[in-house]
């Protein structure tokens, strides 16, 4: 599934866009226009636009354009960015990892050739005109131990929830979420506001430490946790049956020992 890593990948791909000509548009599938975005708006405004820059806020992609409109792409669960018809990247966890046309959602096709596309299978991504980037919180990629205070502060949420809410924290899911706090030794059911101001610096290092060590493997599933996040798996670091119960919604993975 594309966490902050995997977007990260395609954003550093879709860099090749940048100075490239729209030529044309491809929005076939209503749903995943979001806000007021509509197709025939999409097909009048980008032809003729230069793509100038390319950005990410945590787990969205951000298309900047030369008429000063930004392009945002999320790519839910199961999205994937294809360029100039290669994917960016070739396994995403719990996706199907092959390219069917049925499944583009949106596309962009460059002047003198070239192409950019956005294939998600569950449909659970979108696209949008101007999308509000003040909605998120700040990336967690970028995250300093006064950020997390605050992210954190007062908070009766569990700690993974609130990790992984993207208006506090831009960019963490499930699997990076159940992977930091694992090499953090905290429970992802803590109410947030309960951690010490040594827990908080503890986690606000494990968070970027976890992100560029994953993103050195591969990807948010390349943790050291991902091979027993299963049933009846066990914790890597001292073999205890992992618990397995659901947090904010989410299926979650831990280590009832030495998580706490």
Known sequence: MPEILEIEYYRRT???CVGRSIAGVSAPDDWFLKGTTTAEELGARLPGL???????????????LS??????LRFGMTGRLIVDESPVIDRLEYAPNRDEPAWDRFGL???GGGSLRLQDPRRLGGVEIDPDEARL????????GATLR???ANSTAPLKARLMDQGRLAGLGNLLTDEILWRAALAPTREAGTLADAEIDRLGKEIVATLDDLFARGGSHTGDLQEERHLEGHCPLDGTPLTREQVGGRTTYWCAIHQR
């Open 150 to 152: 605050m992210v954190l």
């Open 67 to 72: 008429d000063g409109s930004v392009l945002g």
């Open 14 to 16: 879709a860099m090749l």
């Open 50 to 64: 230069e793509v100038s820059a390319i950005r990410r806020r945590g787990k969205l992609l951000l298309t900047d």
């Open 109 to 111: 096709a460059f002047g």
């Open 137 to 144: 919180g700040p990336d967690a990629w970028d995250l300093d």
